[in-house]
Each structure stands twice: as C-alpha cells, then as structure tokens.
C-alpha cells in the first residue's frame, strides 16, 4: 500500500502536519458542484490536494504523492524563500503594469540576458497560451502576412490564436477539421513512429515541410512564420531530428516568414543538458515563448524577441496587459532564477535526468510493453506499446498503469496522440531517491500486472 511506502507528510514535514481536512469525495463534490469547464484531469476522481513539499504533494487525507507530472511548480513545493520574496513585494508595492517599477526593468534586462543575442525586447504576460497568441501577432504584423506552419500533435494553448495552431488530437479532438485556413500543418517529425519511423536523415521531414510551404507559397498570400516546440512535447518528449529546426527555420526565413520557438514546457532548464530547447538543435529563433515555470506557478509568461519584431506590433495597435509583469510577478520570477541558480536546479536536472533515464532505458530488456523512452532532462516520455514491431499502443495499459501506481502514490499520466506515453516532468529539485522510487514502483506495476 501507499502508506507502507511513501513518506508520511509528518516524515518529510516534520511536526505541524494539520488536523484532518473535510474528506476528498465532498470537495470533489463542490468541485464538481461549481466548477465549470471540462477542466482536465486524467484521474476520475482526483485526489485534492491540500500542501506541496520539494518533489511531493500532500491530499487533505494526508497521503503523500511523488509528483511526476508538475511542470509548473519547477522549484518544488512551497519553497520559502520564494514565499518570502512574493508577500514582501506584495506588501511594499502591486499595482497594474501600466506603471513604471524598478522590478520590471530588472526582471526584463535579466530575461533579455538569457536569450541569444539580438533577441532584446521582453512583452511580460500572464501565460503560455497568452505569450503564443501575442507571438503570432507579432508575427502578422512583422511580415504582414497570415499564414502560419505548425506542426501536428502540437499544443500551443487554449486561447483564440494560440488553440487554432494546436493540432493535437488528444487535447483537441475536432482540431483537425476545426483549424482556420490560415493555419498549415505539417506532419511531425516524429523518429519511433508513423511515416519517418526509424528515419536518420532530416530529407524526408524538410521534403514534407516544403511541399506545404509550397502550397503555401502558391496561394501568394506570403507567410508569416511557423511555431513549434523545439523538443516535441505533447508526443512525449520526442527529440527533433538533429539539425531538423535549423533547416526548417532555414526554409521560412527564405520566404520572409518569422521562427518562434514554444518554450513553455521544456524551455528554462528543464532539459537539464540545455537551458533552451533549441540549443539542443543548433537553431536560433526570431521569438522565444515562455511561462508556466518562470514563476514557479505564479502566473507568469514572456515573449522576447528582435527591436524590430517588437516594434512592427506598434503598426497594428498597442500591447496592454494589467497584471502581466505586475511587480509581484517580477519578483517572483527573478527569484525564481536565483534560486534556480542558487541551488543548480538546471544542473539537478541533468544529473538525476541522466540517471532517471538510464533506468528507465533499462526496463525496455525486461519490460517488452516498454517500447521506447524519450526526452532528456527531466523531461521524458516512456512510450508503452502491444508490440513492438507494429508499435501498437498500449492505450489501456497505460491508463491501469497511472492508476496503479496513483494507488502507490505517484502521479504520472498519459499523453500523446494515442495516449500511451507515460509523460515524466517532475520538479526540477527532484532526487534520486525519489527517481528511484518511481522507477522502482512503475517496475512493480510493470512485473506484477496492473
Ligand atoms: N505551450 C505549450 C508547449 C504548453 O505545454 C502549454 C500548456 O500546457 C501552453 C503553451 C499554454 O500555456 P498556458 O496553459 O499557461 O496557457
């Protein structure tokens, strides 16, 4: 049972553990009383969750969970020092972004300072979906045209714009026949599966790329740019093919289009190798998105970019957000970055990714439902199949897979297209130990059934 092995809150918290909370079924209740939206949670019945230490998530039952699937929280839970700089900006100053506050011009020049060179100019937002939809605007108003290249099986975000660039099926069932006529999908360039399975060389992508750009191009009605993950997040954590960014990016520079690389998931030092998504590619993009862990779960985003991208927004109109780059907000990512700095999460993460990986490499000889693991970093994809040869996927054992091991206090869950690979994206503060757990528990579940 889950008790016999995870660590009790009073273990990892030390005293002051409070007294019990209502139980789970009556807030689930209330939740579902109250909440609207099909607000997306993998588990029927999810556990509510009451407190967050480090690398763990306490339910107001008290049972703790290994939490294997927050790329929000990229600190870990509840990191004072965090706490401590957000109340005490909070009590000296918040107000709209209209005004002008030291935290701001500093939290922008430190972000400029991450980015390659020439990209200079930050726009402070409040999300992911929000940097995408103000990254495509950027670039409409850049080159004047509308025709944007996505990828398929992308999720770039909910909102108007950033949704219509989003092909996934899994987050978005209608998004194939639902996409507007200026949104151009081509196939990703998926290596384990589907049309390039096992392909070495980038032709076959960059062939399929240009025959879209090509119709494109037919239309005449020029193009704007193309949008993609530089590690292929929503499949699993699928690397792109070596040099396959840098000769698409190629290719849209060519006709006048502008590159934005979606940094939200795996960008800021997730991949533990890289601090950037697209270094691991050898790409440089025109604009860079951002959010979800640059505030560590205090809603944040950016978009930086060129001085002139930024400026051609001022032909179409004016960018205003009240509370993106609020001072709170500002503080709150530039102590993000200094305790991500302070405590080496970006080399934890490629230290114990390393090591997460190798043993989960390791179960594909034991395991034959393992069929491939992708990602670096800590963030990684474990690919489940029927068989390896056809690749069939193993949809339903992947979904009594996350169950079980949330009875065993892990929190996983499926993504990709056919929803069979268990996505790995915990805190960046995450252990060995606690790699180890997990793999250890996901072996168990692997060798006594699920
Ligand atoms: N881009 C990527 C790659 C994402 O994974 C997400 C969220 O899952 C978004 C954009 C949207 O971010 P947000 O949920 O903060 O709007």
Same mark, same amino acid.
């Given at each position: 049972?889950?008790?016999? &092995?995870?660590?009790? *809150?009073?273990?990892?918290?030390?005293?002051?553990?409070?007294?019990?909370?209502?139980?789970? =079924?009556?807030?689930?209740?209330?939740?579902?009383?109250?909440? =609207?939206?099909?607000?997306?949670?993998?588990?029927?019945?999810?556990?509510?969750?009451? !407190?967050?230490?480090?690398?763990?998530?306490?339910?107001?039952?008290?049972?703790?969970?290994?939490?294997?699937?927050?790329?929000?929280?990229?600190?870990?839970?509840?990191?004072?020092?965090?706490?401590?700089?957000?109340?005490?900006?909070?009590?000296? &100053?918040?107000? @709209?972004?209209?005004?002008?506050?030291?935290?701001?011009?500093? /939290?922008?020049?430190?972000?400029?300072?991450?980015?390659?060179?020439?990209?200079?100019?930050?726009?402070?937002? @409040?999300?992911?979906?929000?940097? @995408?939809?103000?990254?495509?605007?950027?670039?409409?108003?850049?080159?004047?045209?509308?025709?944007?290249?996505?990828?398929?099986? =992308?999720?770039?975000?909910?909102?108007?714009?950033?949704?219509?660039?989003?092909?996934?099926?899994?987050?978005?069932?209608? =998004?194939?026949?639902?996409?507007?006529?200026?949104?151009?999908?081509?196939?990703? *360039?998926?290596?384990?599966?589907?049309?390039?399975?096992?392909?070495?060389?980038?032709?076959?992508?960059?062939?399929?790329? +240009?025959?879209?750009?090509?119709?494109?191009?037919?239309?005449?009605?020029?193009?704007?740019?193309?949008?993609?993950?530089? +590690?292929?997040?929503?499949?699993?954590?699928?690397?792109? *093919?070596?040099? /396959?960014?840098?000769?698409?990016?190629?290719?849209?520079?060519?006709?006048?289009?502008?590159?934005?690389?979606?940094? +939200?998931? +795996?960008?800021?030092? !997730? &991949?533990?190798?890289?601090?950037?998504?697209?270094?691991?590619?050898?790409?440089?993009?025109?604009?860079?998105?951002?959010?979800?862990?640059?505030?560590?779960?205090?809603?944040?985003?950016?978009?930086?970019?060129?001085?002139?991208?930024?400026?051609?927004?001022?032909?179409?109109?004016? /960018?205003?957000?009240?509370?993106?780059?609020?001072?709170?907000?500002?503080?709150?990512?530039?102590?993000?970055?200094?305790?991500?700095?302070?405590?080496?999460?970006?080399? @934890?993460?490629?230290?114990?990714?390393?090591? $997460?990986?190798?043993?989960?490499?390791? $179960?594909?000889?034991?395991?034959?439902?393992?069929?491939?693991?992708?990602?670096?970093?800590?963030?990684?994809?474990?690919? &489940?199949?029927?068989? !390896?040869?056809?690749?069939?996927?193993?949809?339903?054992?992947?979904?009594?897979?996350?169950?079980?091991?949330?009875?065993?206090?892990?929190?996983?869950?499926?993504?990709?297209?056919?929803?069979?690979?268990?996505?790995?994206?915990?805190?960046?503060?995450?252990?060995?130990?606690?790699?180890? /757990?997990?793999?250890?528990? $996901?072996?168990?579940?692997?060798?006594?059934?699920?």
């Amino acid at each position: 049972a889950w008790s016999e &092995l995870c660590p009790s *809150p009073a273990a990892l918290l030390g005293a002051g553990v409070d007294a019990p909370k209502p139980a789970s =079924a009556e807030l689930f209740a209330l939740r579902e009383a109250h909440l =609207a939206g099909p607000q997306k949670n993998y588990y029927e019945t999810p556990p509510q969750m009451e !407190r967050g230490w480090k690398e763990h998530m306490f339910d107001v039952e008290g049972r703790a969970y290994l939490d294997m699937l927050n790329n929000v929280t990229i600190l870990g839970h509840g990191h004072p020092r965090l706490a401590e700089a957000i109340s005490e900006q909070w009590l000296r &100053l918040n107000t @709209n972004s209209r005004f002008h506050y030291t935290a701001i011009a500093e /939290f922008s020049e430190r972000l400029a300072s991450l980015a390659p060179e020439g990209l200079e100019a930050v726009f402070l937002v @409040n999300s992911g979906s929000e940097a @995408n939809d103000l990254a495509l605007r950027l670039a409409w108003a850049h080159t004047g045209a509308k025709p944007m290249l996505s990828l398929l099986e =992308a999720y770039h975000g909910w909102s108007v714009a950033s949704d219509a660039v989003s092909t996934s099926i899994a987050d978005n069932p209608q =998004a194939l026949t639902t996409r507007p006529d200026w949104v151009h999908a081509v196939l990703s *360039p998926n290596t384990y599966r589907g049309a390039f399975r096992g392909s070495e060389s980038t032709t076959g992508y960059l062939d399929a790329v +240009v025959e879209v750009l090509e119709a494109i191009d037919a239309k005449g009605e020029g193009l704007a740019g193309f949008i993609a993950e530089p +590690v292929y997040g929503n499949a699993g954590g699928i690397s792109l *093919p070596d040099g /396959f960014l840098a000769a698409v990016y190629g290719q849209i520079r060519a006709r006048g289009g502008v590159c934005i690389a979606d940094e +939200v998931q +795996v960008g800021y030092g !997730r &991949l533990g190798h890289h601090f950037w998504g697209f270094e691991q590619q050898g790409a440089i993009p025109d604009i860079i998105t951002i959010a979800k862990g640059m505030g560590d779960g205090h809603p944040l985003g950016a978009v930086i970019t060129t001085r002139a991208i930024a400026g051609s927004l001022e032909k179409e109109g004016y /960018f205003f957000s009240s509370t993106g780059g609020s001072p709170v907000s500002c503080v709150a990512g530039m102590t993000v970055l200094d305790i991500m700095a302070d405590e080496r999460l970006q080399e @934890n993460a490629r230290d114990v990714g390393d090591h $997460l990986k190798g043993r989960l490499v390791a $179960l594909i000889e034991r395991h034959p439902i393992v069929g491939a693991v992708h990602g670096m970093g800590l963030y990684l994809g474990l690919e &489940l199949v029927r068989d !390896r040869t056809t690749l069939e996927p193993a949809t339903e054992e992947t979904a009594a897979i996350c169950s079980r091991l949330l009875d065993l206090g892990i929190l996983v869950q499926p993504t990709g297209d056919h929803l069979n690979v268990l996505k790995i994206k915990p805190p960046l503060c995450l252990t060995v130990d606690s790699a180890d /757990f997990f793999v250890d528990m $996901l072996e168990k579940v692997l060798s006594e059934g699920w």
